[in-house]
């Protein structure tokens, strides 16, 4: 399989989403934007800005859109994304600023969030995050990341920590089976979690899959029609010398079956188009998006 290039401009891309009209959406950490991907002229079009530093975008299934913001400090919402055809950039930061953007989670129990990372929605309305701060706040010797849950519905979702200050900076989360599997990117440990809810409600993690080499993974995506296939980007600075990075391709029992080699070194976000038929990985370094064909 090999990655084509379908738009670069923005310093540190990151996390893809996918809308349910197919429209593909990323995130720029470093300028605070969200952009639509113009894939017809390989084009970044800003759309809208959450203030802050979004490192995650995730839409649910009624299309709202949910942003894991690091300077923010939260988990931040806002109803739907400015059409960009009508919209455009300026109507996106106006939006912004007066009010669209909602933070929807600040904190745990009266302590701040250190800044969410990455998101995702399961099939019942749970949101899942992972919680590091920036790069070098939670870490080997301090592995104080979380990941937590939204649960519930309406007036009656509350926060729930699932694995509570115990991680080298997680960075990515991706949910299967149904909703009844989390995986977790666990970039300074360099290992895929596994968190198998049994019975509902009460997760069991264990090491899914031991990297090596690289920095480790920061993004994950569960591809539900082969079989629970997982994508996993490999991350390493551009600081190393790499020059380039691969997304590794594991079975469901954690069998690596394969890579995909993509340019530029700091992968930073995956996602499955709606139909199945396209993976789309990001790349911060280079500011690059591109999709793979499946």
């Known amino acids: ?60 299934a009624a299309g709202a859109l949910h942003a894991a913001d690091l300077a923010v400090g939260a988990i931040m919402q806002r109803e ?20 669209a953007w909602i933070s929807s989670v600040v904190d745990y129990e009266g302590e701040p969030m250190r800044g969410p990372t990455s998101l995702a929605t399961s099939p019942d309305g749970t949101l899942f995050f992972t919680d590091s701060g920036p790069l070098g706040e939670a870490t080997l010797d301090s592995p104080v990341g979380s ?14 920590p699932i694995l509570l200050k115990s991680l080298a900076h997680p960075c990515g989360v991706a949910v299967g089976a149904g909703g009844k599997v989390v ?55 551009a600081e190393s010398g790499a020059t380039r990075s691969e ?8 069998v690596v079956q394969g890579s995909i080699d993509i340019d530029g070194p700091e992968l930073s976000g995956l996602a499955l188009s709606p139909d199945g038929k396209h993976l789309a990985v990001t790349e911060a370094s280079t500011g690059s998006v591109y999709l793979v064909r499946l």
């Not at 400015?82 to 300026?90: F, N, R, V, Y």
């Not at 990941?147 to 729930?160: C, N």
């Not at 997304?247 to 954690?254: S, T």
């Open 1 to 60: 399989m090999a990655a084509e290039l379908v738009a670069t401009g923005s310093p540190g891309v990151c996390s893809p989403a996918f809308r349910d009209d197919g429209q593909l959406f990323v995130a720029s950490t470093p300028e605070g934007s969200i952009f639509r991907v113009d894939i017809g002229e390989r084009a970044l079009v800003e759309v809208d800005s959450t203030g802050g530093q979004p490192s995650g975008i995730a839409f649910d």
């Open 80 to 99: 739907a994304v400015p059409d960009a055809e009508s919209g455009g950039a300026a109507a996106g930061r106006a939006g912004a600023h007066s009010g």
């Open 147 to 160: 990941v937590f849950a939204v649960v519930g519905s309406g007036g009656g979702r509350f926060l729930k």
């Open 183 to 237: 995986y977790v990117a666990e970039m300074l440990r360099n290992r895929i979690l596994r968190l198998v809810q049994r019975p509902a409600g009460v997760f069991h993690a264990s090491v899914f899959h031991q990297l090596s080499g690289r920095m480790g993974p920061s993004a994950v995506a569960v591809d539900e029609r082969r079989g629970g296939t997982l994508y996993v980007a490999h991350f390493d600075a």
């Open 247 to 254: 997304v590794l391709i594991l079975g469901a029992d954690g």
